[in-house]
């Protein structure tokens, strides 16, 4: 059982049917309130990230500083002697000597990247935790209240899993080996992956956020990041809508916009269960059809009707009913984008004709992206914050582009400068609310220059 001192006075466990326990509000919370902020038990960089960020505290060095490398294993990166001292005393210390051999192990080189970073982990996991002279049992009275949640978590499915190695397992060690694999039963289910800006860098256990939230792919919650020089990362989960007393909490394991087979079989195969959400429910029953030729232009009307309406404004928060109801309400004429290949198409043609100064035609995918977007995530969902600006900044461009090429058209400048102020707004509901995460700098930052840009 989990401490009830561990759990924020805004949260209370009761029982669930098929997850053992869920998260209930004991009072209402509101959209952009932190129901609990949780620090790492540990993470692991994504390969493409090592030497970029500070293996501990996962920062990125400042201007003209360099990170500093472990000495012993020089596979290691630091911010400074602090973080290389904690993650030292944590568990360096017992795998820096074995490292190289470990990276370059015909078992570890066979490893998909994810699985690497996984196998990274669960290193840092078990020299952290087990140690081979103690006993299972000995050891568990001397782990940290974190750890012990950990093992305490529900436990994964079995299916399709394969052995990871791990850095200093000592195989003739019968304790360490069935102490790794007791935590490897709890990995892929329990483990996150930190992002920044939406970016993945690194994956990461946090043990007391696993124990409380369940999946939806309509969730009132999310989780960022924050990290701190010096310091362990931190997760923050944020409420995303208005959360009723008692109502359970819950946050996405996966992106909610996948399609409907795609989210299933993954939360199969990773989590084992089958999820029947209020949008699983809905999205089961309804067959997705090919794109049809005024797809576009019926979509972006639905939305500017059923959903701008209802968007934020100062005085007006959105009720996470009400996109739950506009996905039920969604025309038959509209289930074409729900297709597998809609969504990706209209990115790729968003993200291209954006770069290559096609701003009409930018501005044209993005808002119909954005208008998917409002269908497929919940309000305040930060994939819709995050899009936003992106073709906020598109229409900016085209104001710029547009008064150098042709500043006697008084009538196109402005329109670009209509949209790029209406999207400005959109991005400022969102990513305001969710507040500070990640890497300094980012969207929130973008935001302060775009308001100047877009001051009357
Ligand atoms: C991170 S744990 C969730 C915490 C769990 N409620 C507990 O009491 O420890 C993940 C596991 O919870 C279960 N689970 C999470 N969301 C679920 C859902 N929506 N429906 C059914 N089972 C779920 C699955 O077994 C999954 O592998």
């Given amino acids: 059982m989990v401490d009830d001192s561990l759990l924020p006075p805004t949260i209370a466990l009761k029982t669930h049917d098929l997850a053992r326990q869920k998260a209930c509000a004991t009072q209402t919370l509101f959209p952009g309130t932190c129901v609990v902020t949780v620090e790492a038990l540990e993470t692991a960089l994504l390969p493409s990230e090592k030497g970029q960020r500070c293996d501990f505290c996962l920062c990125r060095p400042l201007e003209a500083k360099r990170l500093a490398r472990c000495s012993g294993c020089a596979e290691f990166w630091y911010c400074g002697p602090i973080c290389q001292k904690m993650q030292w005393n944590k568990h360096h210390r017992r795998i820096c000597k074995r490292y190289n051999r470990y990276l370059a192990s015909q078992e570890y080189q066979s490893l998909s990247i994810s699985e690497r970073v996984d196998s990274a982990l669960l290193s840092h996991l078990a020299a952290a935790t087990l140690s081979p002279e103690s006993d299972r049992v000995g050891l568990q009275a001397k782990l940290s209240a974190p750890a012990l949640v950990f093992f305490d978590l529900m436990k994964g499915p079995v299916v399709n899993r394969r052995s ?62 924050r990290f701190t020089r010096g310091k362990p990362v931190i997760m ?96 038959d004429r509209l289930y074409p984008v729900l297709h597998a290949d809609y969504l990706p198409g209209l990115a790729e043609e968003f993200s291209r004709a954006s770069h290559e100064g096609e701003y009409d035609r930018a501005l044209a995918s993005g808002r119909t992206l954005l208008a998917l977007y409002f269908v497929l995530y919940p309000p305040y969902y930060p994939q819709i914050g995050m899009h936003a600006l992106e073709i906020t900044k598109t229409a900016w461009n085209a104001v710029v582009t547009c008064e150098q090429e042709h500043g006697d058209n008084v009538v196109r400048v402005t329109e670009y400068e209509k949209l790029a102020r209406f999207y400005y707004n959109v991005t400022v509901g969102v990513i305001e609310l969710l507040g500070p995460e990640g890497d300094e700098g980012g969207p929130l930052e973008e935001l302060h220059v775009m308001r100047s840009l877009l001051q009357p």
């Fill in 164 to 225: 990871l190695p791990l850095v200093g397992l000592d195989s003739s060690n019968r304790t360490f080996v069935e102490g790794a694999e007791d935590m490897y039963s709890r990995f892929g289910n329990n483990n996150f992956i930190v992002h920044s800006h939406l970016n993945s860098c690194a994956h990461g256990i946090f043990p007391l956020a696993s124990r409380l939230f369940n999946h939806s792919c309509d969730p009132n919650c999310v989780a960022k990041y």
């Fill in 236 to 331: 923050e989960v944020v409420a995303i809508s208005t959360i009723a007393m008692s109502e359970e909490l819950t946050i996405p394991y996966l992106d909610p916009a996948l399609p409907f087979q795609t989210r299933q079989e993954a939360l199969s195969v990773n989590y084992g269960f089958r999820c029947s959400c209020s949008v699983c429910t809905f999205q089961k029953n309804v067959s997705a059809p090919p794109p049809h030729a005024n797809l576009e232009t019926e979509l972006c009307d639905f939305v500017d009707s059923h959903i701008i309406p209802l968007y934020p404004s100062q005085d007006s928060k959105m009720e996470q009913g009400d996109t739950i109801g506009t996905r039920r309400s969604l025309p």
